[in-house]
């Protein structure tokens, strides 16, 4: 009888838990002191957005996601706690889905750009919508929501931008095959 | 030739889905900005509802103004008193913290249910001007919160009264600006200690960088408002909001309240300060 092959082989799935423990290794050593929403961003996307263009597999940035979700949760990165998962979900869910919208051409600064903006918007989202879900008023989450919203957009894009350029000496270097870039 | 069409063909998906994606992008921080524009209209706060038990009744003399005169108030780099204003070297203002013993958060700390924290005032024979400001005091390496002096987002609270000034304010010395950017800071109120100096009367600042804690804190006048405004009045009873939008608030509020002259014998300042949640 004929084994059935994993979705995912050993090296995607070691890479890809590297990629998540990277994400939280960064949240909880690596501190800029710019006092800007969503400036964390312009790291946290990096590991998601280089792991999803390296595996080019459906569900690789949602694997990233949960997995970097409950290492945050273990290791209480923030107050949310659990609900962390959420957040790093939707992070790894939003850049995955634009990956396969985008061919897995996330070595393309345009599209790593998108990407990291977008998987930004989506963790400032989801973690609003947790806080109004908790019991904050909308009154509170809105002020400044625009602002936010914008230097979320920034820095998560710049974050895609970096890995776009990491991916691409990849490619350049022969580390990912080039016929799949 | 074939594949050569159906590669270009990609490319063409490729950059149309780029292309769409920017416009869907733009969108969405588009709503953001009108949400962030005209939310406070769409979302009302609604009526402020009192919580018990967290509440104090304060009444200060002129012996309350323990520093001056001077022109600015404490932060990183200093900051005028007047809102809206810088310092200026002109000015003679006379300072006074009062430690309110609340905070516009409360509820379970790790899940911070905001609310707010609504002052009623009452001067007899104020003369002058009397600014209100405010600051949240915090622990560890977290800077101390206050509100915005100047630029978008500054807010404070004036009160102008027509008594007679006084000639002297005896238990007022001017604050001395710290290079190191803390402060310890005498309170005119006898409160318990607090949980981090251990101290009855004095409180601490602590301020990292220029701005920093700044706008985290807001005076406004109405609950509607919560990002505070400069309010001005005459009326020497009255009731403002101190209300937070930042992820830390401080443990503790000080106001400050400060005189820009020489306050008469017969001046009394009563303050109410109570957490407030809105329904």
């Known amino acids: 009888m004929a084994m059935k092959k994993p979705y995912f082989s050993l090296e995607e799935i070691a890479l890809l838990s590297l990629c998540s423990a990277l994400i939280v290794v960064l949240n909880t050593t690596f501190s800029l002191p710019l006092h800007i929403p969503g400036h964390t961003g312009i790291y946290w996307v990096v590991p998601v957005i280089i792991g999803v263009g390296i595996v080019k597999k459906p569900g690789a940035g949602t694997y990233i996601g949960l997995i970097s979700g409950i290492l945050a949760t273990l290791f209480g990165v ?22 396969l919208l985008f061919f897995y051409r996330l070595d393309h600064p345009a599209a790593g750009f998108i990407a990291g903006a977008a998987g930004n918007l989506a963790k ?30 920034i820095f998560g894009g710049l974050g895609g931008v970096i890995a776009a350029v990491i991916l691409a000496r990849l490619v350049r270097a022969g580390v990912i095959p080039r016929e799949d870039a | 030739m074939a594949a050569s069409s159906k590669i270009s063909g990609i490319e063409m998906e490729f950059r149309s889905r780029i292309g769409l994606a920017f416009v869907l ?40 103004f323990l520093y001056g005169p001077q022109s600015w108030r404490p932060s990183y780099d200093p900051l005028g008193i007047d809102p809206g204003k810088e310092p200026d070297a002109n000015d003679t203002w006379y300072l006074m913290f009062v430690d309110l013993n609340t ?16 002052i009623t005032y009452n001067f007899t024979d104020l003369s002058g001007r009397a600014v209100f400001h405010v600051y949240g005091l915090t622990t560890g390496t977290i800077p101390t919160r206050t509100n915005r002096q100047t630029g978008y987002g500054s807010c404070g609270f004036v009160v102008t009264g027509n008594a007679t000034p006084g000639t002297s304010m005896p238990s007022a010395s001017p604050l001395a600006f710290m290079d190191s950017h803390r402060y310890r800071i005498a309170i005119s109120n006898d409160l318990l200690a607090d949980s981090d100096d251990m101290n009855p009367t004095m409180r601490s600042f602590y301020f990292n960088q220029p701005g920093s804690g700044q706008g985290a804190l807001h005076i406004t006048p ?7 405004s400069v309010t001005e009045t005459t009326d020497p009873n009255g009731t403002f909001y101190v209300t937070a ?35």
């Open chain 2, 103 to 118: 905070t516009p958060v409360s509820g379970n700390p790790n899940v911070k249910k905001l609310g707010s924290v609504r």
């Open chain 2, 222 to 228: 109405s609950l509607s408002k919560r990002r505070g």
């Open chain 1, 124 to 153: 400032m989202v989801v973690n609003y919508a947790l806080q109004t879900f908790l019991g904050i008023p909308a009154a509170f989450i809105i002020i400044g929501i625009g602002t936010a919203s914008i230097t979320h957009f």
């Open chain 1, 78 to 99: 923030n107050t949310l706690h659990v609900f962390n998962l959420f957040i790093y979900l939707a992070l790894g869910g939003v850049i995955d889905l634009l990956g």
């Open chain 2, 25 to 64: 992008a733009g969108c969405f921080l588009g709503g953001m900005l009108f949400l962030d524009t005209f939310g406070e209209d769409l979302f009302p706060a609604g009526n402020a509802v009192l919580v018990s038990g967290n509440a104090s009744d304060i009444v200060l003399s002129k012996a309350g």
């Open chain 2, 245 to 279: 939008t930042g992820s830390e608030a401080g443990d503790d509020l000080l106001l400050l309240v400060a005189a820009d002259r020489p306050q008469p014998d017969g001046f009394l300042l009563r303050i109410r300060a109570e957490f407030v949640r809105s329904a």
